[in-house]
Nanobody, 128 residues
Framework: QVQLVESGGGLVQAGGSLRLSCAASGRTFSSYSMGWFRQAPGKEREFVVGITWSGGGTYYADSVKGRFTISRDNAKNTVYLQMNSLKPEDTAVYYC?????????????????????WGQGTLVTVSS
């Protein structure tokens, strides 16, 4: 089992950047694919991006493609989300999640309750 803790959220102006981190505990971190999800007020949680256990494969939602970049450092048990050119519609609580899947796009397809672990979330607010 892996436990996840997100950090790095905050308030930023439109056009700005933030980097989120997700620190994992547990010796099996490198065996999981990881993903970021977000939930805006009054909306359902949505998939943002996934990354394979090796970091060699990534898959982005169309809404963030070209602006967000996911990466992971298995030596540090950490996955990152670099968010550039932020828009007010990016405002949400961002969650990282882990799943024993082999493709990054699978993170966005399987039911949320089937994911193996979730963090507690970190709030990102983008002002216009």
């Amino acid at each position: 089992q892996v436990q996840l803790v997100e950090s790095g959220g905050g308030l930023v102006q439109a056009g700005g950047s933030l980097r989120l981190s997700c620190a994992a505990s547990g010796r099996t971190f490198s065996s999981y694919s990881m993903g970021w999800f977000r939930q805006a007020p009054g909306k359902e949680r949505e998939f943002v991006v996934g990354i394979t256990w090796s970091g060699g494969g990534t898959y982005y939602a169309d809404s963030v493609k070209g602006r967000f970049t996911i990466s992971r450092d298995n030596a540090k048990n950490t996955v990152y989300l670099q968010m550039n050119s932020l828009k007010p519609e990016d405002t949400a609580v961002y969650y990282c999640a882990a799943a024993a899947v082999t493709t990054p796009e699978a993170m966005g397809v399987i039911p949320h309750e089937a994911l193996d672990a979730w963090g507690q979330g970190t709030l990102v607010t983008v002002s216009s």
